[in-house]
């Protein structure tokens, strides 16, 4: 899997987890306010993320991540 399809799949999971139009979502855009969601619900889209990709991704690899392509990133390590 490339860099861009595994972003493009984060972004359609993300969309349709938080009931938001794909298109309106963009690597360099922070998750939080892109989404509208806080910590609690971001770890929901970590969650179904880590099961989407099979993956399982430390707390510690995540701080400071906020925009969809530091996150892409991220599971493509653990990828």
Do not use: C, K, N
């Not at 889209?45 to 399982?56: I, K, P, S």
């Amino acid at each position: 899997m490339t860099s861009d399809d595994l972003l493009a799949r984060l972004l359609d999971l993300a969309a349709r987890r938080f009931g938001r139009r794909r298109e309106e979502l963009h690597a360099d855009q922070d998750f939080f306010d892109a989404l509208g969601i806080d910590s609690y619900r971001a770890l929901e889209l970590l969650t179904e993320l880590e099961h989407a990709f099979g993956v399982e991704v430390p707390d510690w690899e995540l701080e400071g991540v906020r925009t969809f392509g530091a996150l892409a990133e991220v599971l493509r390590r653990r990828l």
